[in-house]
């Protein structure tokens, strides 16, 4: 599968802080999706990216494309407690073959 | 309800002894697929069906068996199961194997082999 490395594993912010996990590749990506899970839960789709530059919304959550679609990163608006989990990229390199990075860990203090 | 049930959610075994994790889907997605999840080293695919009786390896195949007789379900063999399979085991199902729709995940297998 496509490897990537997703970076940090690990970031500690404080309730109301910004919060961004990168996803980088060394070769081109067909697309790029990302899933989040909860503590003790399972991964959730939350989107997909095709486009070169793309960039897309979800209220407090932007996820954006690299021009050259070798990286990705998600990045969120004033982190709630809600919003602590492990975030994944999962990249396509054009095998059909989505291979999950090792994941950013967000805890949220109040 | 859509929905990718994986059963047991917990099992303990011995070494040796072998075993079958269930996975069945009722969204008639081709695609299916496990992985095993490790602290640190994130999601790793075991192997994958790209629909029935078409199945592939993964990263870590080393240990297991999958086979796919229907399009619903997946299941997930060890056929001599050892310490270093202990560990959180997902299946997850998709449309189309591009994931244009996103993967749909099974809520979880904790293997434990003593």
């Known amino acids: 599968g496509q490897q990537v490395m997703q970076i940090p594993q690990y970031q500690h912010v404080q309730e109301g802080e910004d919060f961004t996990t990168y996803c980088n590749s060394s070769t081109t990506l067909s697309n790029i999706q990302w899933y989040k899970q909860r503590p003790g839960g399972h991964p959730v789709f939350l989107i997909q990216?095709?486009?070169?530059?793309e960039v897309k919304k979800q209220k407090r959550l932007t996820f954006q494309f690299g021009e050259a679609k070798k990286n990705s990163s998600l990045h969120i608006t004033a982190t709630q407690t809600t919003d602590v989990g492990t975030y994944f990229c999962?990249?396509?390199?054009?095998?059909?073959?989505?291979?999950f990075g090792r994941g950013t860990s967000l805890i949220v203090h109040p | 309800e859509a929905q990718v049930t994986q059963n047991p959610r917990y099992l303990i075994t011995v070494t040796g002894k072998k075993l079958t994790v269930t996975c069945s889907q009722n969204m008639n997605h081709e695609y299916m697929s496990w992985y095993r999840q490790d602290p640190g080293l994130g999601l790793r695919q075991i192997y994958y069906?790209?629909?029935?009786?078409?199945?592939d390896k993964g990263d870590v195949p080393e240990g297991y068996k999958v086979s796919r007789k229907e399009k619903r379900n997946f299941p997930l063999i060890l056929e001599s199961p050892s310490p270093n399979q202990t560990s959180l085991y997902f299946c997850a199902s998709s449309l189309t194997g591009t994931g244009t729709y996103g993967y749909t995940f099974g809520s979880g297998t904790r293997l434990t082999v003593v």
């Open positions: 999962a990249p396509e390199g054009g095998s059909y073959i989505p291979t």
């Open positions: 990216l095709v486009k070169s530059g």
């Open positions: 069906s790209m629909n029935v009786e078409v199945t």
